[in-house]
């Protein structure tokens, strides 16, 4: 398995991402040309350049463990804005409105909690990656979110194959390609009945749910087999 690459670079000052597409090509398992770029507003900050590396070179591990040696993450480069002070290698064909993943600072709603935006259903790939700095500088955030390695192979997933979340508390259902309502899970192969539980003591007693296909279905629970087998969503 070839090893981990990182080449920093010069050279942008966009401050927003569009749809451009990913210049991240995978040939015989190997990812080439991930880019990863740090916003224009982050610190300049070397601790930072660091802990991405560490945080891909954990992760190409990862991928290639639970791909089953099939796939593994073989070189990449970092975007460095040109506020920072240190002379890096200048940039050629890479720009911030490609990148695969963005270092930038928080949200109010997502906090320090990495994530994949996507716009598009399942199976169609998402726009970028966004991590924060505080994620990959204090370690401690770890405890919460999962080592380096496994949140970017999870976010990864979601990125390049359009996955979704197995479960989804905000968003438990969505609109299929073939335009039915299906509740968030591990797999759409996953038959069962959607049941709603009733004001009951015994968990068992349960009834059909009522779809308003105008707006989110009013379940809360998908029962796939007897009711000690279900899914709570």
Known sequence: MATWGVLALLGFQVFFLTTEASMVKCNAGAYDDIV???????PEDVVLIEKIQKMVKEATRELFNATRQRLYIKSGKILIPKTWSRSYKNRTRERYEK???????????????????????????????HLTPNFLIQEDLTSFYGPYGKVFVHE??????????????????YISGKHQIEATRCSVNINGTYRRPQSSQNSC?????????????????????????????
Not at 162 to 169: D, L, S
Request: hydrophobic share 35%; glycine share 8%; with cysteine.
């Open 36 to 42: 990863i770029a740090i916003h224009p507003e982050v």
């Open 99 to 129: 990148a695969d993943v963005v270092i930038a600072k928080s949200f109010l709603r997502t906090g320090d909690a990495p994530y994949t935006k996507q716009y598009g259903g399942c199976g169609e790939k998402g726009q970028y990656i």
């Open 156 to 173: 990864w997933a979601h990125l390049r194959w359009g996955v979704f979340e197995e479960h989804n508390i905000e968003q438990p259902f």
């Open 205 to 233: 007693v349960t009834r059909p749910c009522s779809v308003d296909h105008g707006h989110r279905p009013v379940y809360t629970r998908l029962y796939f087999l007897p009711c000690q087998k279900s899914l709570l969503l």
